[in-house]
T-cell receptor, first 110, second 117 residues
Framework: LAKTTQPISMDSYEGQEVNITCSHN???????ITWYQQFPSQGPRFIIQ???TKVTNEVASLFIPADRKSSTLSLPRVSLSDTAVYYC???????????FGAGTRLFVKA | GAVVSQHPSWVICKSGTSVKIECRSL??????MFWYRQFPKQSLMLMAT?????????EQGVEKDKFLINHASLTLSTLTVTSAHPEDSSFYIC?????????????FGSGTRLTVV
């Protein structure tokens, strides 16, 4: 299982774009990159998943360079309600062990 | 999308008693479910992998006799904390994957806050 490294915390202001980068130097060929969001006293919620290049959905974008050793979650125009912990996970879609790293605590200020 | 229902959302029990937590996949079948424990301001720690029709696989350091896992059907896994002690107080979360939608990661339950007094 590829180990991931993320910044412990980040601060932002409402309306700004937030980019959270995750390092996963030993990512395997079959591994996908998945990001989750967790609010206090709730289970994590799926945000986005990708394998290479760029993936975009209604809430975020995921940028993955050609070497796939890192990825960046981009949250456009954050609001106060985006204050949460964001986790980057790496694994294959058929695998069944999801190991969480420390995550990134995002604080969005007014 | 896939939904995982977890009950109860919170429970308070006395030391020495046992508590059962249920995890159900509502609209998909889950041959495998996962149980996590999370202490305040810490990340999720994988406790065990629950396998339908067979024994659970426990992570290193997790006592299988204390945390009993049963996965009797394709939609239900239960975690029983036996002889609970205050140090077992934590936030317990289950998850499962809908293999019909592999691009949407794992779906997590809403968690169970266990307080042992």
């Amino acid at each position: 299982l590829a180990k991931t490294t993320q910044p412990i915390s980040m601060d932002s202001y409402e309306g700004q774009e937030v980019n959270i980068t995750c390092s996963h130097n030993n990512i395997a060929t079959n591994d996908y990159i998945t990001w989750y969001q967790q609010f206090p006293s709730q289970g994590p919620r799926f945000i986005i998943q990708g394998y290479k290049t760029k993936v975009t959905n209604e809430v975020a974008s995921l940028f993955i360079p050609a070497d796939r050793k890192s990825s960046t979650l981009s949250l456009p125009r954050v609001s106060l309600s985006d204050t949460a912990v964001y986790y980057c996970l790496v694994g294959d879609t058929g695998g069944f062990k999801t190991i969480f790293g420390a995550g990134t605590r995002l604080f969005v200020k007014a | 999308g896939a939904v995982v229902s977890q009950h109860p959302s919170w429970v308070i029990c006395k030391s020495g008693t046992s508590v059962k937590i249920e995890c159900r996949s509502l609209d998909f079948q889950a041959t495998t479910m996962f149980w996590y424990r999370q202490f305040p301001k810490q990340s999720l720690m994988l406790m065990a992998t629950s396998n339908e029709g067979s024994k659970a696989t426990y992570e290193q350091g997790v006592e299988k006799d204390k945390f009993l896992i049963n996965h009797a059907s394709l939609t239900l896994s239960t975690l029983t904390v036996t002889s609970a002690h205050p140090e077992d107080s934590s936030f317990y979360i289950c998850s499962a994957r809908d293999h019909a939608a592999p691009n949407y990661g794992y779906t997590f339950g809403s968690g169970t806050r266990l307080t042992v007094v």
